[in-house]
């Protein structure tokens, strides 16, 4: 695909850029806390028309009463993100399609807190974190139930419709640049052992905690079924197993998936186009209780009602207990060449050091 390759070696590019500039503004010190040297303008990836990203000098944005300026450290490319640079949608900017709107895309990230904002004290400049999309609004039913990734106030954070949604590389600014903005609420602790690259795949790791641990209700013990080695697919195996699931078995249509899968946990795995997926689980002998599809891939089973199934379908928004995903091991995240996962390190980026 075109736009993925040129995008990819726009990231590179963006990663010899970003270290051209240094600028000797300093942000005021907290008191007892390390300081940082934060430049009054920073490069950003801003998206033009369809499929066309130039990469501009933004100001840096200051954070407001809740939130922190994260510097950026890593990222992650996801096929959303790819999908909003080539159509627009799911993201929604000023009420319409992102185009020329000044907006720059990318939602998974990571980074370094170097300003906190009037209030903050749940965190400290310095402290490494990494993100996840939705903070809402925090104002509408669906928020206040906690249920803030199906905001009924999403894109509205402009104009006389402003009600403080914020969803970053989608309604808002996102990370694909050298500083963001983010709400407290959408922030984790990283922990010393978990890498850079690690941490960028919270979302992903988190929409399948979700899946299993919510929706299904996995209980340790249980078997699990998982259709689609993508990346959410791959991480449900690691989740799953981590949670305590006996059998785990991966189902899809290439094999070098599949490998990925068996590294990352999974005890049996099927390539359909080669199996019959229905008769090879009931040979297995222990019954599989649950059904776990990966986000966006149809099921990959035989469509016949199989008995030994009871299948959950995961919602690809629902990413509440992302944070969660960091108190397990990190040994089990994919890399990048387990997740086929684009992953762009940008620590040549810092612009800013510690002093």
């Known amino acids: 695909m075109l736009i993925e390759s040129t995008f990819k070696f726009s990231i590179t590019t963006l990663s010899l850029t970003f270290g051209d500039k240094m600028n000797t503004?300093?942000?005021a010190a907290f008191l007892g806390q390390r300081s940082y040297k934060i430049p009054a303008t920073m490069k950003a990836w801003v998206l033009g028309d369809p499929e066309?990203?130039?990469?501009?000098?933004?100001?840096?944005?200051?954070?407001g009463a809740a939130e922190v300026l994260v510097r950026i450290d890593a990222i992650a490319v996801c096929a959303t993100d790819l999908e909003?640079?080539?159509?627009?949608?799911?993201?929604?900017?000023?009420?319409?399609?992102?185009?020329?709107?000044?907006?720059?895309?990318?939602?998974?990230?990571?980074?370094?807190?170097?300003?906190?904002?009037?209030g903050v004290d749940e965190y400290?400049?310095?402290d490494r974190v990494t993100v996840e999309v939705h903070a809402g609004c925090g104002r509408c039913e669906r928020c206040r139930e906690g249920m803030y990734t199906s905001c009924l106030n999403y894109g509205k954070n402009y104009g006389d419709v402003n009600k403080g949604h914020r969803a970053n590389g989608f309604t808002t600014d996102g990370g694909f640049t050298q500083y963001a903005i983010n709400n407290i609420n959408t922030l984790a602790h990283v922990p010393d052992d978990m890498s850079d690259e690690e941490a960028t795949l919270i979302?992903?790791?988190?929409?399948?905690?979700y899946g299993l641990d919510v929706i299904g209700g996995l209980i340790a013990g249980q078997s699990v079924v998982i259709m689609g080695p993508g990346p959410i697919g791959l991480m449900g195996v690691g989740v799953a197993k981590a949670l305590g699931a006996s059998?785990?078995?991966?189902?899809?249509?290439?094999?070098?998936?599949?490998?990925?899968?068996?590294?990352?946990?999974?005890?049996?795995?099927?390539?359909v186009t080669k199996e019959d997926a229905s008769l090879k689980c009931a040979s297995i002998p222990t019954v599989v209780r649950i059904t776990y599809w990966s986000a966006l891939v149809p099921?990959?089973?035989?469509?016949?009602?199989?008995?030994?199934?009871?299948?959950?379908?995961?919602?690809?928004?629902?990413?509440?207990?992302?944070?969660?995903?960091?108190?397990i091991s990190p040994l089990w995240f994919a890399t990048t060449s387990i997740c086929s996962v684009f992953v762009a390190k940008v620590r040549a980026l810092r612009t800013v050091q510690p002093h």
Request: glycine fraction near 10%; aromatic fraction near 6%.
């Open 25 to 27: 503004n300093t942000d």
């Open 52 to 63: 066309q990203l130039t990469l501009v000098d933004k100001p840096v944005p200051q954070p």
């Open 84 to 118: 909003i640079i080539h159509k627009g949608p799911p993201a929604l900017i000023h009420g319409g399609l992102p185009f020329n709107k000044n907006f720059t895309p990318g939602h998974e990230y990571m980074g370094t807190v170097v300003k906190l904002g009037q």
């Open 124 to 126: 400290k400049v310095g």
């Open 203 to 209: 979302v992903t790791a988190g929409t399948a905690m």
């Open 247 to 271: 059998e785990v078995i991966l189902t899809g249509t290439r094999d070098n998936r599949l490998e990925m899968g068996r590294k990352l946990g999974a005890d049996y795995t099927i390539n």
């Open 299 to 327: 099921p990959t089973l035989s469509t016949t009602p199989h008995p030994c199934y009871v299948a959950a379908v995961v919602s690809v928004w629902q990413h509440s207990l992302a944070h969660q995903c960091l108190s």
